[in-house]
C-alpha cells in the first residue's frame, strides 16, 4: 500500500498534478501517434459550432480543426484553458505536425470525460473511444450538459483524413 502511495505521488508530482496527461500515458494508442488531451467541463465551443446546435437526438459531436485560426474561431472568446491549449498546437496548416479534435457529449452532470484509447482503423483513418467516468451503471438525465475533450494528434504517418468518436452509445464521423 506505501509503494502505492509512493508511485502515485511521484507520478503527480512528475506530471505536475496534470491528470490529462496520466489519462493519456494510460491510453492506448499506435506507437507511432503523439496524443494529448484536455477535459473541460462544459462547452468551450460557440453554440453554433458545438452539440448544442445538433438536433435533440444526438447526444455525441466531435469536430476537427488543421489550424489555428480555424480552432480559435470555433471556441468562446472566454474559453481560457481551451484556447491555451490551441495555442499550445502545432497544427498541420500551419506548418506544424498536429491537428486537434474537439468530441462533446450532453450527459448528467457528474459525468467526466477522459481518453480510452485510439486504434488505427484504415488508411489515415482513426478510432477514438472516450470513457465517461464519476457514474456507474446507465447514464440517464432530464437536464443535460456539455462535457468536452480536446484531443491533439500528431501521426508520424501524416495528419489523420478521418475519424470516429465513440463516447457511451454515442458515435460522431468528422473528416479531418
Not at 511521484?10 to 496534470?18: E, H, K, N, P, Y
Not at 446546435?53 to 469536430?63: D, G, M, S, V
Not at 457529449?105 to 482503423?121: D, F, M, Y
Request: proline share 5%; with cysteine; aromatic share 2%.
Amino acid at each position: 500500500m506505501y509503494r502505492r502511495a509512493v508511485v502515485a505521488g511521484a507520478l503527480a508530482a512528475a506530471t505536475g498534478g496534470c491528470v490529462d496527461r496520466l489519462h493519456d500515458v494510460a491510453a492506448s494508442a499506435p506507437g507511432d501517434l503523439g496524443v494529448r488531451s484536455r477535459y473541460i467541463d462544459g462547452n468551450p465551443m460557440v453554440d453554433s459550432r458545438s452539440v448544442l446546435a445538433r438536433p435533440e437526438e444526438l447526444l455525441t459531436h466531435a469536430a476537427s480543426f488543421r489550424s489555428a485560426s480555424s480552432a480559435r474561431g470555433a471556441l468562446k472568446p472566454d474559453a481560457t484553458e481551451s484556447r491555451e491549449f490551441v495555442e499550445r498546437t502545432d497544427f498541420v496548416d500551419d506548418g506544424g505536425d498536429a491537428v486537434l479534435v474537439i468530441a462533446q457529449r450532453l450527459t448528467a452532470p457528474e459525468v467526466k470525460l477522459r481518453l480510452g484509447g485510439i486504434s488505427r482503423t484504415g488508411d489515415h483513418s482513426l478510432r477514438i473511444a472516450v470513457d465517461q467516468s464519476g457514474v456507474r451503471g446507465e447514464i440517464e438525465t432530464d437536464d443535460p450538459v456539455v462535457k468536452t475533450l480536446l484531443l491533439r494528434l500528431s501521426d508520424e504517418r501524416g495528419p489523420p483524413k478521418r475519424a470516429v468518436v465513440v463516447i457511451g452509445d454515442g458515435r460522431a464521423g468528422i473528416t479531418i
